[in-house]
């Protein structure tokens, strides 16, 4: 109901235009619990678009011109092979409360299929990823978290999960590291320079899926980005042979994060390099245990060989093929997705 009593029903999903904008903003500050965390990468993605796109939203629009519902599109810069992939990482749906239960968010999800090849959703709660699923979304290969416990110390839950993580705790220290090839220098670094776009284009692969993370997006990214603060590591003196993104989280920094790590997926030993700089740089400060998020399964098995475990955690990643001639290309190769390779910034 609306705060006449009567009921409520939109009459029109439709893409948002740029005079929108602050109807629909204000229709987020009205439903969005941390609408201040939103808007501030709302104006980022938008003040910085010679490195980003600004975001684009479908919307519920009553007769009245009242917007009773949207969901967030962010366009990403994602190639398979040599061809692009037109993308969209697409939010959760938000519907007003009182229009709930119309089916407001299945015609907003699906909408937003409209001129694109793919959708991708991350971070997702757990009505959105059972809407998705219904309507034919996939999960990533290989999209679940994986852990190294450093010092399985305040441990909350039950008792199993404070086993578990002594356990793993216990593993991490007992496992033999692989063997460093002390040729290649890593060292910590402010700014992403002119070879890391000569490295993405080496990147570039037939068979895997991945985004397109040159110079300008690394460094909008990692350097400039609202409220983060990133530790980067490069591999390799002057022309970069790879790099990895850390941060430490939690309300005491006591968890870290391997963000990202811009590494040839066939490169081991700079990986390995690059994963023994980030192990060594979260014991200095401290941290209880490390999470990684990477679907690659060649860097999977290099954050095993360091003692780091799967687990039965994920955020809840899916995609969904809207062009046919995508769908087995999509099913068939390999993802190369990371913890920082969301919708920009709004579930890490």
């Known amino acids: 109901m609306n705060d006449n009593g009567s ?109 694109c ?15 998705r699923k219904a309507i034919g979304y996939k999960d990533v290969p290989r999209s679940n978290y994986m852990i190294r416990v450093c010092r399985p ?22 496992f033999i590291s692989p063997k460093i090839n002390k040729k290649i220098t890593v060292q910590q670094f402010n700014e992403f320079d002119d070879s890391f776009d000569d490295l993405d284009a080496a990147l570039i692969d037939a068979n895997t899926l991945r985004p397109r993370k040159g110079k300008e997006y690394l460094n909008w990214r990692y350097t400039r980005c609202p409220g983060k603060q990133y530790t980067l590591f490069k591999a390799g003196l002057g022309n970069a042979r790879g790099a990895i993104v850390v941060n430490c989280t939690g309300a005491e920094s006591d968890e870290g994060w391997v963000v990202d790590m811009i590494c040839n997926n066939k490169d081991r030993d700079c990986a390995y390099a690059l994963i023994q700089a980030a192990i060594s740089y979260f014991n200095d400060n401290q941290v209880s245990r490390v999470w990684c998020f990477a ?33 087995e ?20």
């Open 153 to 174: 110390k305040g441990i909350q839950g039950s008792i199993i999960k404070k086993i578990l993580l002594n356990v793993l705790g216990l593993w991490s220290k007992l």
């Open 117 to 131: 090849d793919m959708a991708l959703a991350k971070g997702t709660s757990t009505t959105m990823y059972g809407l």
């Open 7 to 115: 009921r409520v029903r939109p009459t029109e999903i439709k893409w948002m235009d740029p005079d929108d904008e602050n109807d629909l903003l204000e229709f987020y500050k009205r439903n969005l619990d941390e609408y201040d965390r939103f808007v501030c990468y709302w104006n980022w993605r938008k003040e910085n678009l010679q490195f980003s796109v600004a975001e684009k939203g479908i919307m519920a629009v009553h007769a009245t011109k009242k917007i009773v519902g949207c969901v967030g599109l962010v366009p990403v810069n994602i190639w398979l092979s040599d061809k692009a992939v037109n993308a969209f990482w697409q939010q959760d749906s938000l519907v007003s409360s009182y229009v709930r239960g119309q089916g407001i968010g299945k015609k907003l999800v699906e909408k937003a299929h409209d001129g």
């Open 329 to 348: 290309k999509l099913s068939s190769c390999c993802w190369d997705f990371w913890h920082g390779d969301g919708d920009i910034e709004l579930y890490t």
């Open 295 to 327: 679907t690659h399964p060649n860097a999977r098995k290099w954050f095993y060989r360091f003692g780091f475990s799967p687990t039965n955690q994920s955020p809840r990643f899916t995609y969904h093929a809207v062009d046919r001639k995508w769908q």
